[in-house]
């Protein structure tokens, strides 16, 4: 069956990954409160039915930190997303650089960051997490710069993880040893596409640029224990001094969700913000997206670039964000889902199906080109 939405790959990349890596995506930390509310109130938004307007040609095109983009549209950073499809990071960029929108690479991606600049011929945004070893970050940055990634996004919203109870129950982060590989390798023979694509010819152990600090433990269970062990919690503003340090290009803070922090990133002198709660993988019970991005945007829109994410699973949605105050828009699960579907002509099929979805909202709202869109695309 052919996808026709996005929904629809959330379901085909349901029947694809084993049953630990689908709820590894899916998944959000605690009773899932902010994960659904994030879906929920952005789809409750009404647009605004406006008719007889000439819209017969409408552009999407827009400009985000000086660099010319299709729509206002980025693949967001997804950790391990590599283990969705085969080096899989290397197919979600080229998916993104065919539709001329940025992919960002996480930290702890699948594929290191040169291994996806040799695989994609367009540069990316790369983003960070703060580690304990500044070493490992500075090296990290310098291969960012080198391999010339023009925005780095800063996510701030980690200092330790949230519980996600589903990689508990599924045997990811709850079953340590022996134990808990075999019932990983069970579940992957249970899909056995994804079993050889990415299981036995996809190179699942090699981790990314977390690789080298990992040294001979390299199975999933060892990277999330580092990655618990070794996020740095005390990090504070501050810090942003010792990004600034190694980083040229522009700093984007992810991961923001109160005005007031808002107001501290622009003081910082932060180029943008992502308006975000880590897709509600982090503090259950947070404010969706959708609640708390106009506020945001108001206190601080004039002075620096606000993206958001969490919850977008339709270009309508996409427009929902613009029309609260967002200047761009991020994707998440729903390019996660598209790369375990199809790789890589699934990730671009998931963008060719937003940007036909951004213009029949467009279309009936009555606005031909992106900064037309604001609070009078709503409904009162
Ligand atoms: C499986 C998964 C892994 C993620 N890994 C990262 C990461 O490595 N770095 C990061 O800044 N955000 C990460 N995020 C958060 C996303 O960038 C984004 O904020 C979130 O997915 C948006 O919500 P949505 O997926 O509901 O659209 C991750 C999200 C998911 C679902």
Redesign the pocket.
């Known amino acids: 069956m052919r996808a026709a939405s996005i929904g629809d790959y959330r379901e085909a990349a349901r029947r694809r990954l084993p049953h630990f890596l689908f709820e ?2 899916d998944g959000g930390s605690y009773a899932e409160r902010t994960l659904r509310a ?1 879906i929920d109130d952005l789809q409750h938004i009404a647009l605004r039915q406006r008719v007889l307007n000439d819209v017969s040609a409408i552009d999407l095109s827009t400009t985000l930190f000086g660099q010319s983009l299709s729509m206002p549209v980025a693949l ?4 391990l997303a590599g283990m969705a499809a085969r080096r899989g990071e290397v197919q979600a960029a080229r998916a993104a650089a065919a539709k001329d929108v940025p992919f960002t690479l ?3 991606s699948a594929c290191s960051l040169s291994e996806v600049a040799q695989g994609c011929p367009t540069p990316f945004w790369f ?1 960070l ?1 703060m580690v304990r070893d500044r070493g490992f970050l500075r090296a990290l940055l310098e291969e960012a710069s080198a391999a010339a990634c023009p925005v780095l996004v800063f ?1 701030v919203d980690m200092p330790l993880p949230g519980a996600r109870y589903r990689d508990v129950r599924s045997g990811l982060s709850g079953a340590p040893g022996l134990a808990g590989q075999l019932r990983r390798v069970g579940q992957a023979m249970r899909r056995p596409g994804w079993a050889w694509d990415v299981g036995i010819h996809g190179r699942p152990h090699q981790l990314g640029n977390v690789a080298p600090l990992l040294g001979p433990k390299s199975g999933l269970e060892d990277f999330l224990g580092w990655m618990k062990d070794n996020f740095d919690a005390s990090v504070t503003w501050a810090d942003l001094d010792f990004v600034r340090a190694h980083w040229q290009g522009p700093i984007v803070i ?1 991961g923001i969700l109160d005005a007031e922090d808002a107001r501290h990133a622009a003081a910082a002198g932060a180029d943008g913000i992502i308006v ?1 709660n ?2 509600g ?1 982090q503090l259950d019970g947070v404010p969706s997206v959708a609640r708390a991005l106009p506020a945001i945007a108001d206190a601080v829109g004039d002075r620096l670039t606000v993206l958001a ?4 699973r339709s270009g309508l949605d996409v427009v929902r964000m613009l029309a609260l105050g967002a200047k761009g828009v ?5 390019w ?1 889902f598209a790369l375990a579907a199809d790789g890589e002509r699934g990730v671009r099929h998931v963008l060719e199906l937003i940007e036909a979805e951004m213009r029949v909202a467009m279309a009936l709202t009555g606005v031909t080109a992106v900064n037309q869109i604001g609070q009078e695309t709503l409904a009162a």
């Open positions: 590894y995506f994030n967001g950073p997804i950790g996480s930290t702890v983003q997490y996510t992810k975000s880590h897709g993988r994410d969490g919850g977008v991020m994707l998440g699960r729903a996660a």
